[in-house]
């Protein structure tokens, strides 16, 4: 994966919570760290989701 330009981010209270509980939870390093790993499992659930959809249709061919 390419080099992504580092966006500023605020959130509110809760939001930032949660996501530090979720950081010590996961052992990761940084609240940066727990939403790299978030956008990656969607992404890769999105990925079998699409190889599943495409694999129905070719069936139903």
Known sequence: MGHL?????RF???ERAM?????AET???SVA???RQALRT????RARSRRRARST?????
Do not use: N, Q, Y
């Open 5 to 9: 330009t580092p966006i500023p981010v």
């Open 12 to 14: 509110d209270e809760p």
């Open 19 to 23: 996501l530090e509980e979720l950081r």
């Open 27 to 29: 052992g990761l390093r």
């Open 33 to 35: 760290d727990v939403l």
């Open 42 to 45: 969607f992404h890769a659930s």
């Open 57 to 61: 249709r070719m069936d139903a061919r």
